[in-house]
């Protein structure tokens, strides 16, 4: 589903997401390289259009990967060894956006975020089709968050 679509279905994670992909601006990209290996990358986003877009340089890796098998896992950074912001994990479908309007604004967040924004036709674009979430937190015990559209949003903590 496309995110505006998870953010109904989801707001709890949607949120956190959002709040995340706004702060750090960046995340790790999961992706299955032609032979079969996983591959991690960055890759910036831009929530625009009620999508979440992945944008990247014409011809990297990840977007070829992408182009061959779209099954990927958007991943949050995280540069604390306790992990006190969390983690959260998105699961789902790149699909490539050649829809101009959609182009123009996946641009137009992109120049409001860093003030530059890649030239047509030379970047790949895609937008994440969420297929489920999950959220794991540390700290006075284990917080799990997982959802899916059958299921629902569902919650346990573990103590340490």
Known sequence: MRWDQFEAACPE????GRRRFTHDQLVLLGTNRRDGWPRISPCEVDLAAGHLFLGMMWRSMKALDLR????????TVQC???????????????VEIGERALRAAFRAAIKTRINWAPEEPRFHLFA?????????????????????PARGLRQRVRDH
């Not at 994670?13 to 956190?16: I, K, P």
């Not at 061959?68 to 991943?75: G, L, S, T, Y």
């Not at 994440?128 to 899916?148: E, M, N, P, R, Y």
Request: aromatic letters at 10%; a neutral charge.
């Open 128 to 148: 994440l089709d969420v297929a489920w979430a999950s959220f794991v937190k540390f700290g006075g015990g284990q917080t799990i968050k997982t959802w899916d």
């Open 68 to 75: 061959r098998d779209p099954r990927v896992i958007v991943h």
């Open 13 to 16: 994670l949607a949120a956190e």
């Open 80 to 94: 604390d060894r306790e992990a006190a912001s969390g983690d959260l994990k998105l699961y789902g479908r790149a």
